[in-house]
């Protein structure tokens, strides 16, 4: 999988400012994409789209709620205005509220779905229209193996990426004649800002179950995305790349 992602193209990243979606900004970036980076912190995205600048690519800092659908609208027609298309959109905005279910408040099960599901699907509607003309699209959807496994006390979670699966392959169908492919990738174990306190004991319990026997990098999963993303994918659509190391496998 070592394909770079279409060069010349524009890539909108959501949850841009850190951890897997900078990543995959920096790789797209890398592979010769031009960027629109979107997030609520404007600090960090302009620090990712700083890193993109001194590397020599382009970069438009997109400062914004994904649980806002008018703040979705304008940004995506401002990267469209800025850059004159959209061409590739990574669906990667996520948070989590854990709780067990029987305790879990309406408004964290809402505030999951509306961050990581539903956003996802307003993007979508906002950037296909351009896709759809251009005969041309890539969408990747960054879902999770607990959306494809399940997980205690993540039932909010669990819901919103196995949802992200289910609209993948819809949406996949629905727009396949016009040369739009969607896809999504499902992480396991990656060492990230949201990892990285589930302390000790946690860690080496998951990592007993990983076959590889190490955790991810997000390089690895911003190298399935550039796969995905690229010509050398063309044909692949309404798939579900794992990224785990071998802790799910179905």
């Not at 394909?3 to 524009?10: I, L, S, T, Y």
């Not at 970036?29 to 690519?57: N, Y």
């Not at 946690?202 to 010509?231: D, H, N, Y």
Request: charged share 15%.
């Amino acid at each position: 999988m070592t394909e770079a992602a279409a060069p010349g193209r524009v890539a909108l990243v959501t949850g841009a400012s850190q951890g897997i979606g900078r990543a995959i900004a920096l790789r797209l970036a890398a592979d010769g994409c031009r960027l629109a980076l979107a997030a609520r912190s404007r600090d960090k995205l302009e620090a990712v789209a700083a890193e993109i600048a001194a590397a020599g690519g382009a970069a438009l800092v997109l400062p914004l709620d994904v649980a806002q659908e008018a703040e979705i609208k304008a940004g995506v027609k401002q990267a469209a205005a800025h850059f004159g298309q959209i061409d590739i959109l990574v669906n990667n905005a996520g948070i989590t509220r854990d709780q067990l279910l029987l305790r879990m408040k309406r408004e964290d099960w809402e505030a999951v779905l509306a961050t990581n599901l539903t956003a996802a699907f307003l993007f979508c509607q906002a950037a296909l229209p351009g896709m759809i003309r251009q005969r041309w699209g890539r969408i990747i959807n960054i879902a999770s193996v607990v959306g494809q496994s399940g997980n205690p006390g993540q039932a909010n979670y669990v819901a919103s990426k196995a949802g992200l699966i289910g609209l993948t392959k819809s949406l996949a169908l629905e727009v396949a004649s016009r040369q739009v492919t969607v896809n999504a990738v499902a992480p396991g174990f990656i060492a990230t800002a949201m990892t990285a306190g589930l302390g000790e004991a946690t860690t080496a319990q998951l990592l007993q179950r990983i076959p590889l026997g190490r955790i991810g990098a997000e390089a690895e999963v911003a190298a399935a995305v550039a796969f995905l993303a690229s010509e050398g994918a063309s044909y692949i659509t309404g798939h579900t790349l794992a990224v785990n190391g071998g802790l799910y496998l179905a």
